[in-house]
């Protein structure tokens, strides 16, 4: 049995779980961050409102249930990103800004003097496959946040590339690729021992391939997640969520930060690696299991 | 127990051995018996090996003509010897590394030295990833540096039907393939062509 450390850092997005008690995912062991969802909205012909939007975010953030949530970016758009923040603000929700891929360093002087030390860093998902420019302005970033806003820590959104994750000092990503076995038909599993993922087909064949890294790192046996259907999902859930707690054990080992204080509504351990579903059923089977 | 050399065309691999070992295995058992020669016996039962299989192999391969055996207990059944040699491979299966500990005492070792425990460079490079210190961001910086105009750049995927892709081919290897004012002209042409 893949053995799972709780609480699953994981991220729910507004556009998803807006009718939902989070309360159930936060119980059955879950540790929650929260953001619009603006994207899957947009790629589905829907819109966020900003107002409903503040709610829910009050709601579960003034109990706890969220630790933080995320502010309603624009991507393309820093002053439309900026506006979204404030007025979000202005309704009482202290919000994490993020500032999207090819933004200038300085650009975190403003959210740094408003008194902001947590701020997401996006636009990644689509230069995962060029990882050295991911790198450089991240690097970027985080260089000259050391040097004129020590204080701030980021959240790198939708990062899945390994060298980034560890190489850089987040003090948390996610990743939706927690989802790829039964959306994608691969596994992405984390190797420790080769410091690498691993992409496995579920065809029913290359997972046997694997058997090594399947039954000393995730407990179980390849025969168990070789193809993906619906009752095997619960099973592809834990080895995937498992995948990424072994990344967040090595970036919390490298990099032991401080706590930022801006919009943290937990006073819990919250340093991590978050992973990312909008089909409800599959974080809350993982949260059936913390029980 | 009681421990002889026999002579290595004496003993007989195991032919149900549930264990196999990959040409890296073997060589790695090679390295290590050439480095610090045999220090566990082989384990037999009657004439076949039930644990060293490995051992015997790279003994062979190396060009050895005896190694150190003990014997299990005369009255032992095959099944135990079954039992036993599958124990011996999974005991050992079940163990974990210490990954700080492992990366404290390979980063010791010289080269030849790390050659000699089954582990190389890539493997240690790997361990330093996962349990190594944390990269200073200013010796980082001068490893990648500043981003790049190019870094910018977004990516442009279209399905074209196989003449115009054959145009476009042809339209780069005049031009060279970084040189951005070819792309702009096919656009502008294309653009021309749609507006008039």
């Given at each position: 049995m893949t053995q799972l450390r709780y609480p699953i850092n994981a991220l729910v997005s507004y556009f998803y779980f807006a009718k939902d008690d989070?309360?159930?995912?936060?119980?059955?062991?879950?540790r929650l961050i929260g953001d619009s969802g603006a994207y899957s909205a947009l790629t589905q012909g829907s819109k966020i409102?900003?107002?409903?939007?503040?709610?829910?975010?009050?709601?579960?953030?003034?109990?706890?249930?969220?630790?933080?949530v995320a502010a309603l970016d624009v991507i393309g758009d820093p002053r439309a990103t900026l506006k979204n923040y404030e007025r979000l603000r202005g309704m009482g929700l202290d919000v994490i800004p993020t500032l999207h891929h090819g933004t200038k360093p300085a650009d975190l002087d403003f959210y740094a003097n408003d008194g902001v030390d947590f701020i997401g860093l996006g636009g990644l998902v689509g230069t995962n496959a060029n990882a050295g420019s991911m790198?450089?302005?991240?690097?970027?970033?985080?260089?000259?946040a050391q040097h004129t806003h020590p204080q701030v820590r980021f959240h790198g959104w939708g990062l899945t590339a390994i060298e980034p994750?560890?190489?850089?000092?987040?003090?948390?990503?996610?990743?939706?690729?927690?989802?790829?076995?039964?959306?994608?038909?691969?596994?992405?599993?984390?190797?420790?021992?080769?410091?690498?993922?691993?992409?496995?087909?579920?065809?029913?064949?290359?997972?046997?391939?694997?058997?090594d890294l399947i039954t000393r790192y995730y407990?179980?046996?390849?025969?168990?997640?070789?193809?993906?259907?619906?009752?095997s999902i619960p099973l592809h859930g834990r080895v995937s969520a498992r995948s990424y707690q072994y990344v967040e054990e090595a970036m919390k080992r490298k990099f032991p930060l401080a706590s930022p204080t801006y919009g943290q509504f937990s006073a819990t351990d919250r340093q991590g690696a978050h992973v990312v579903d909008g089909a409800k059923r599959h974080l809350k089977s993982l949260a059936t299991e913390g029980n | 127990m009681k421990i002889e050399n026999v002579a290595l065309d004496t003993i007989e691999l195991d032919p149900d051995?549930?264990?196999?070992?990959?040409?890296?295995?073997?060589?790695?058992?090679?390295?290590?018996?050439?480095?610090?020669?045999?220090?566990?016996?082989?384990?037999?039962?009657?004439?076949?090996v039930i644990a060293g299989n490995g051992t015997v192999e790279a003994a062979r391969s190396l060009g050895w003509s005896k190694i150190a055996v003990t014997r299990v207990p005369p009255d032992w059944t095959l099944e135990q010897a079954k039992a036993y040699a599958i124990a011996d491979n999974r005991t050992s299966e079940l163990a974990e590394w210490d990954g700080n500990q492992l990366l404290k005492t390979l980063s010791d070792f010289d080269a030849d030295a790390l050659m000699?425990?089954?582990?190389?460079?890539?493997d240690l490079d790997a361990l330093m990833k996962v349990w190594g210190p944390a990269p200073d961001l200013d010796e980082l910086y001068d490893d990648i540096g500043d981003p790049t105009e190019e870094d910018d750049w977004q990516v442009i995927r279209a399905r074209v039907p196989e003449d115009v892709y054959q145009r476009w081919n042809e339209c780069l290897k005049s031009t060279g393939e970084k040189d951005l004012s070819a792309i702009i002209m096919v656009i502008d042409v294309a653009h021309r062509a749609l507006v008039l």
């Open positions: 989070l309360s159930v995912l936060h119980q059955g062991g879950l409102d900003l107002k409903a939007f503040a709610e829910w975010g009050l709601k579960w953030s003034q109990n706890g249930t969220l630790c933080w790198m450089r302005w991240c690097l970027s970033l985080m260089r000259y994750i560890l190489n850089l000092p987040w003090w948390s990503v996610d990743s939706s690729s927690y989802g790829s076995a039964w959306r994608y038909g691969h596994m992405r599993l984390f190797n420790p021992r080769t410091a690498k993922f691993v992409s496995i087909r579920t065809d029913g064949k290359e997972a046997y391939h694997h058997h407990g179980v046996n390849p025969s168990q997640i070789a193809v993906v259907d619906h009752d | 051995n549930a264990r196999t070992h990959s040409s890296r295995n073997l060589e790695t058992i090679k390295e290590s018996l050439a480095a610090f020669g045999q220090r566990k016996p082989v384990v037999l039962f009657g004439n076949t000699s425990t089954g582990f190389n460079q890539e």
